[in-house]
């Protein structure tokens, strides 16, 4: 493919206004980096690779001779007779993928500030996706046969452009303490022996047969009520500012609320507070959880949203499956959907901000599981965001047949339930990767090359210019 001294020209001016790149976008042929201004003066460049570097390692392909359109060249789609997406296709992704990356980056700081004022007090961050990201989500929903005719249609694919993520504090011993204080099952609290005999079994003390017994009777209720004291704060936030949000677009108000089946302590909560509340709008709820995982919503709470979803008129749908049921074996779809076989643990909404753009928030606690849980599913999908040193790992996870893989992510969901408890202030012994499999594949390493490659891009980030790559 040859590239035109215009196109270059006007993809240095595309780029340098849209990113505004400290340095600036540059263009690389072979091992050498030139400026803009002198490609002009080279003629006509030719090469087979065209390719866009937002970060280090990671590119996507490009038409530069396009990019500066508001739309594609051509209609993105799956090649009909292979099956394969054709290459100047993939370049159209590309360039949306570009274009679109940018409007996100620059919708960033006022989402970023309204999402903090609606989760005052939390540990909270706030991104948007890249041009890498997009392109990947956007290659998957083609190969699934989409059809891509304009950049605001790529961009309902996309959906979490913008994406926050709320780190919720560990439990401690003394929160286990409290919680079997006040806990009460089948409308029964504790005695005193047992409330000891569940702290020691937390603590993976000693137990008689008779006391493993109780404390295994126990133990899963007591779970579900930490779960519900770590993610309370949270949680309470979201019923307030979704309250706040349905009485200023006129859909309830505060007086037919207090005759709602909404617990009176939000009620009380949101009248209090009211005008340091910022409105939110739910689209949709997400509570995932393993086959034996505990979830951050319980029941209960999940009970409150569809008591909000009737007071207010916002009926969106909510992903979870009953704790109750999980076991029963009798789902619904909806519900089976919601247990991951890998473990995956969290509770994620999607929100409509104030401009009307899409957020993708999720709640998750502190262990480092959640950073790497989606290295082995991004192997098997083959998506571009891992770089080179995942390679190893990547091929031994593609290398898993189906049963093998089953297996591997009852491993994956063990772990999960691992730093779940840690998050709970219960302590939990490590799960081992099966002596059958790749040791490449254990959760140690995957935490071992997270932040290897953490690293490496950390270090490649200093003075690297975002550019385009051509291969002669």
Same mark, same amino acid.
């Given at each position: 493919?040859?590239?035109?001294?215009?196109?270059?020209?006007?993809?240095?001016?595309?780029?340098?206004?849209?990113?505004?790149?400290?340095?600036?976008?540059?263009?690389?042929?072979?091992?050498?980096?030139?400026?803009?201004?002198?490609?002009?003066?080279?003629?006509?460049?030719?090469? %087979?690779?065209?390719?866009?570097?937002?970060?280090?390692?990671?590119?996507?392909?490009?038409?530069?001779?396009?990019?500066?359109?508001?739309?594609?060249?051509?209609?993105?789609?799956?090649?009909?007779?292979?099956?394969?997406?054709? =290459?100047?296709?993939?370049?159209?992704?590309?360039?949306?993928?570009?274009?679109?990356?940018?409007?996100?980056?620059?919708?960033?700081?006022?989402?970023?500030?309204?999402?903090?004022?609606?989760?005052?007090?939390?540990? *909270?961050?706030?991104?948007?996706?890249?041009?890498?990201?997009?392109?990947?989500?956007?290659?998957?929903? *083609?190969?699934?046969?989409?059809?891509?005719?304009?950049?605001?249609?790529?961009?309902?694919?996309?959906?979490?452009?913008?994406?926050?993520?709320?780190?919720?504090?560990?439990?401690?011993?003394?929160?286990?303490?409290?919680?079997?204080?006040?806990?009460?099952?089948?409308?029964?609290?504790?005695?005193?022996?047992?409330?000891?005999?569940?702290?020691?079994?937390?603590?993976?003390?000693?137990?008689?047969?008779?006391?493993?017994?109780?404390?295994?009777?126990?133990?899963?209720? *007591?779970?579900?009520?930490?779960? =519900?004291?770590?993610?309370?704060?949270?949680?309470?936030?979201?019923?307030?500012?979704?309250?706040?949000?349905?009485?200023?677009?006129?859909?309830?108000?505060?007086?037919?609320?207090?005759?709602?089946?909404?617990?009176?302590?939000?009620?009380?909560?949101?009248?209090?507070?009211?005008?340091?509340?910022?409105?939110?709008?739910?689209?949709?709820?997400?509570?995932?959880?393993?086959?034996?995982?505990?979830?951050?919503?319980?029941?209960?709470?999940?009970?409150?949203?569809?008591?909000?979803?009737?007071?207010?008129?916002?009926?969106?749908?909510?992903?979870?499956?009953?704790?109750?049921?999980?076991?029963?074996?009798?789902?619904?779809?909806?519900?089976?959907?919601?247990?991951?076989?890998?473990?995956?643990?969290?509770?994620?909404?999607?929100?409509?901000?104030?401009?009307?753009?899409?957020?993708?928030?999720?709640?998750?606690?502190?262990?480092?599981?959640?950073?790497?849980?989606?290295?082995?599913?991004?192997?098997?999908?083959?998506?571009?965001?891992?770089?080179?040193?995942?390679?190893?790992?990547?091929?031994?996870?593609?290398?898993?047949?189906?049963?093998?893989?089953?297996?591997?992510?009852?491993?994956?969901? =063990?772990?999960?339930?691992?730093?779940?408890?840690? %998050?709970?202030?219960?302590?939990?012994?490590?799960?081992?990767?099966?002596?059958?499999?790749?040791?490449?594949?254990?959760?140690?390493?995957?935490?071992?090359?997270?932040?290897?490659?953490?690293?490496?891009?950390? =270090?490649?980030?200093?003075?690297? *210019?975002?550019?385009?790559?051509?291969?002669?």
């Amino acid at each position: 493919m040859g590239l035109t001294t215009k196109a270059l020209s006007f993809a240095g001016k595309t780029l340098k206004s849209a990113f505004k790149c400290k340095p600036k976008p540059k263009v690389k042929i072979g091992d050498t980096f030139v400026t803009f201004k002198k490609a002009k003066t080279m003629g006509n460049l030719k090469g %087979e690779n065209i390719q866009y570097h937002a970060k280090p390692e990671l590119s996507i392909p490009i038409a530069p001779a396009t990019l500066q359109g508001s739309k594609p060249a051509v209609r993105i789609r799956k090649n009909a007779l292979t099956g394969k997406i054709d =290459e100047n296709v993939k370049e159209e992704i590309g360039n949306v993928s570009i274009r679109l990356a940018d409007r996100y980056e620059k919708a960033l700081p006022k989402a970023r500030a309204e999402i903090e004022s609606v989760f005052p007090g939390s540990d *909270v961050s706030v991104r948007s996706k890249g041009a890498n990201s997009v392109y990947s989500k956007l290659e998957k929903k *083609v190969k699934k046969g989409a059809v891509i005719r304009s950049d605001s249609a790529a961009s309902k694919y996309i959906g979490d452009a913008i994406g926050g993520r709320i780190t919720m504090k560990n439990l401690t011993q003394t929160d286990i303490v409290k919680t079997l204080k006040t806990i009460k099952i089948d409308n029964k609290a504790l005695t005193e022996s047992e409330q000891q005999i569940v702290m020691k079994f937390f603590r993976q003390e000693p137990l008689t047969q008779a006391e493993l017994k109780i404390a295994q009777k126990y133990s899963r209720p *007591v779970k579900i009520a930490l779960a =519900e004291k770590q993610s309370a704060p949270v949680f309470n936030q979201v019923m307030l500012s979704s309250l706040k949000h349905s009485i200023e677009t006129g859909a309830t108000t505060i007086e037919k609320l207090e005759k709602s089946g909404i617990d009176s302590a939000i009620i009380k909560e949101l009248k209090a507070n009211y005008d340091k509340i910022t409105p939110m709008k739910i689209k949709e709820l997400e509570n995932y959880t393993g086959h034996q995982g505990i979830p951050y919503f319980t029941d209960r709470q999940i009970a409150q949203l569809r008591e909000l979803q009737l007071a207010t008129g916002n009926h969106f749908n909510i992903v979870t499956c009953p704790d109750a049921k999980k076991f029963s074996g009798a789902l619904t779809d909806l519900e089976k959907s919601a247990i991951k076989d890998s473990g995956y643990t969290t509770a994620q909404f999607n929100t409509e901000l104030s401009d009307g753009s899409l957020a993708e928030i999720q709640i998750r606690g502190k262990g480092p599981f959640g950073e790497v849980e989606h290295i082995a599913y991004d192997s098997r999908q083959e998506k571009n965001t891992l770089s080179h040193v995942f390679d190893e790992y990547k091929a031994a996870a593609k290398d898993l047949d189906e049963a093998g893989y089953k297996e591997y992510n009852k491993y994956l969901s =063990e772990c999960y339930d691992y730093y779940r408890d840690l %998050e709970l202030g219960i302590k939990a012994t490590k799960p081992k990767l099966p002596e059958k499999f790749n040791p490449i594949l254990s959760e140690d390493n995957m935490i071992r090359l997270h932040n290897k490659d953490a690293a490496i891009q950390d =270090e490649l980030k200093k003075g690297f *210019v975002p550019h385009i790559s051509i291969a002669a």
